[in-house]
């Protein structure tokens, strides 16, 4: 009988544990980050045509125009 409730309690104490169990963020490339920015750029972009077909520079290609203007 008791090693029955300990085993219930067992159990609770488990799903109990699961309520604080944090996710885990997917890891995406540097790639596959600007991708999804361009991606979503695109969609809600309304009246700007540059917007709207990807042709715009986002901060790490002005960084990067920086660094190579430096050199």
Same mark, same amino acid.
């Given at each position: 009988?008791?090693?029955?409730?300990?085993?219930? =309690?067992? &159990?609770?104490?488990?799903?109990?544990? !699961?309520?604080?169990?944090?996710?885990?963020?997917?890891? $995406?490339?540097?790639?596959?980050?600007?991708? =999804?920015? &361009?991606?979503?750029?695109?969609?809600? !972009?309304?009246?700007?045509?540059?917007?709207?077909?990807? $042709?715009?520079?986002?901060?790490?290609?002005?960084?990067?125009?920086?660094?190579?203007?430096?050199?």
């Amino acid at each position: 009988m008791q090693e029955n409730l300990i085993a219930a =309690f067992a &159990k609770k104490m488990a799903n109990i544990g !699961s309520i604080f169990h944090i996710p885990r963020l997917p890891k $995406h490339g540097k790639a596959q980050k600007k991708r =999804f920015r &361009k991606e979503v750029i695109q969609q809600i !972009s309304k009246r700007n045509m540059c917007l709207q077909l990807g $042709h715009y520079a986002t901060e790490e290609d002005i960084d990067r125009l920086k660094r190579e203007l430096a050199i």
